[in-house]
């Protein structure tokens, strides 16, 4: 951001556009200043050449910029910068995203998927110094971005994700699983994790349940969100790994129970999300709740700009001069 140390001495600048009338007034009065700062006489008088008269408003423009350079050096321009120092923690988010192929039913537009990774990137660009991370469950699970305060890599990672690049299965148990690994050990003042999914276990070797009591028993508050409608839904998908797209609809049914039982025994709260509107209120709900109270200092630094505006004050009437030369202004 521009600053001035003296923003008083930028007054002068309404003094540029009546230069000429103040230089020939003083001339009138048989008094002249150090440098001309008209234009030579009239730069439309008929009879004078063209290069002439553009010369001669080429000397003007480079006074007046000269001049306004000046005047803003006086000023003391400087370049300032302000961040914000967070003197605490914050707290930690974890996502645990089922990507099996079911998500890519379009009942909440335009896919589930797509509307969930959607909240979550609102979700990030909210953040101020919470650490967030980002697990993805099929019939395997993975962890696609460690707890991290750098968003703009972890919101690269979840663009990357799509429905069923972890196989056909859902494994609900390994995704909370996983979270409760890369957040056991946090520092974090909270830690939360988050369990987006429209289905039931039906793959990996690790019972939901298990996983959320280990949540529990962590520090970690599991919340669950439910993503979808039951029965049919349109279905488009498009296999990762073969290049098949499959259309149609698809029985949609998943067991609300057992996700609230989850959410139950994580400690935390299910949402149910049948459409965006639904969805974006769970998120907002989170978002309150997982908020990081620590306190922040805002440091400034500034760097001076005198020396680069007087240089280009300097340039500006260097020019002036010769283009007077060349116009055959060079008297003063």
Same mark, same amino acid.
């Given at each position: 951001?521009?600053?001035?140390?003296?923003?008083?001495?930028?007054?002068?600048?309404?003094?540029?556009?009546? &230069?000429?009338?103040?230089?020939?007034?003083?001339?009138?009065?048989?008094?002249? &200043?150090?440098?001309?700062?008209?234009?030579?006489?009239?730069?439309?008088?008929?009879?004078?050449?063209?290069?002439?008269?553009?010369?001669?408003?080429?000397?003007?423009?480079?006074?007046?910029?000269?001049?306004?350079?000046?005047?803003?050096?006086?000023?003391?321009?400087?370049?300032?910068?302000?961040?914000?120092?967070? &003197?605490?923690?914050?707290?930690?988010?974890?996502?645990?995203?089922?990507?099996?192929?079911?998500?890519?039913? $379009?009942?909440?537009?335009?896919?589930?998927?797509?509307?969930?990774?959607?909240?979550?990137?609102?979700?990030?660009?909210?953040?101020?110094?919470?650490?967030?991370?980002?697990?993805?469950?099929?019939?395997?699970?993975?962890?696609?971005?460690?707890?991290?305060?750098?968003?703009?890599?972890?919101?690269?990672?979840?663009? $990357?994700?799509?429905?069923?690049?972890?196989?056909?299965?859902?494994?609900?148990?390994?995704?909370?699983?996983?979270?409760?690994?890369?957040? /056991?050990?946090?520092?974090?003042?909270?830690?939360?994790?988050?369990?987006?999914?429209?289905?039931?276990?039906?793959?990996?070797?690790?019972?939901? /349940?298990?996983?959320?009591?280990?949540?529990?028993?962590?520090?970690?508050?599991?919340?669950?969100?439910?993503?979808?409608?039951?029965?049919?839904?349109?279905?488009?998908?498009?296999?990762?790994?073969?290049?098949?797209?499959?259309?149609?609809?698809?029985?949609?049914?998943?067991?609300?129970?057992?996700?609230?039982?989850?959410?139950?025994?994580?400690?935390?709260?299910?949402?149910?999300?049948?459409?965006?509107?639904?969805?974006? $209120?769970?998120?907002?709900? &989170?978002?309150?709740?997982?908020?990081?109270?620590?306190?922040?200092?805002?440091?400034?630094?500034?760097?001076?700009?005198?020396?680069?505006?007087?240089?280009?004050?300097?340039?500006?009437?260097?020019?002036?001069?010769?283009?007077?030369?060349?116009?055959?202004?060079?008297?003063?």
């Amino acid at each position: 951001m521009l600053a001035f140390d003296r923003p008083a001495a930028l007054a002068l600048l309404v003094l540029v556009p009546g &230069l000429p009338l103040l230089a020939r007034f003083l001339r009138g009065r048989g008094l002249s &200043l150090p440098f001309p700062l008209d234009s030579g006489g009239s730069l439309f008088a008929v009879g004078v050449p063209l290069f002439p008269r553009f010369l001669r408003a080429a000397r003007a423009l480079a006074l007046a910029l000269g001049f306004a350079a000046c005047v803003a050096a006086a000023a003391g321009p400087a370049l300032v910068t302000r961040r914000v120092v967070y &003197l605490g923690r914050g707290n930690e988010v974890v996502f645990v995203l089922d990507v099996s192929p079911s998500m890519a039913a $379009s009942d909440v537009p335009p896919s589930r998927i797509e509307a969930a990774k959607a909240i979550i990137g609102q979700f990030i660009a909210a953040r101020r110094n919470e650490t967030v991370g980002l697990v993805a469950f099929g019939q395997e699970a993975a962890l696609i971005c460690p707890p991290t305060l750098d968003y703009a890599a972890l919101s690269s990672r979840l663009a $990357s994700i799509k429905s069923g690049i972890f196989g056909d299965g859902t494994a609900i148990g390994a995704g909370i699983a996983t979270a409760v690994a890369h957040e /056991a050990r946090s520092t974090a003042p909270e830690k939360f994790a988050v369990l987006l999914t429209d289905g039931e276990n039906n793959a990996g070797a690790i019972d939901p /349940a298990t996983a959320a009591d280990a949540a529990r028993r962590y520090g970690i508050t599991l919340s669950v969100i439910g993503v979808g409608t039951r029965g049919d839904v349109p279905f488009d998908y498009v296999d990762p790994a073969t290049g098949e797209r499959r259309t149609g609809t698809y029985k949609s049914g998943f067991d609300q129970g057992q996700l609230e039982r989850l959410a139950l025994e994580g400690g935390g709260q299910y949402y149910a999300a049948e459409n965006k509107a639904a969805l974006a $209120s769970a998120f907002d709900s &989170l978002s309150e709740k997982s908020a990081s109270l620590s306190r922040s200092r805002t440091l400034s630094s500034e760097k001076p700009l005198v020396a680069q505006v007087m240089l280009l004050a300097f340039a500006a009437l260097a020019a002036a001069r010769i283009f007077g030369l060349l116009g055959g202004g060079g008297r003063p």
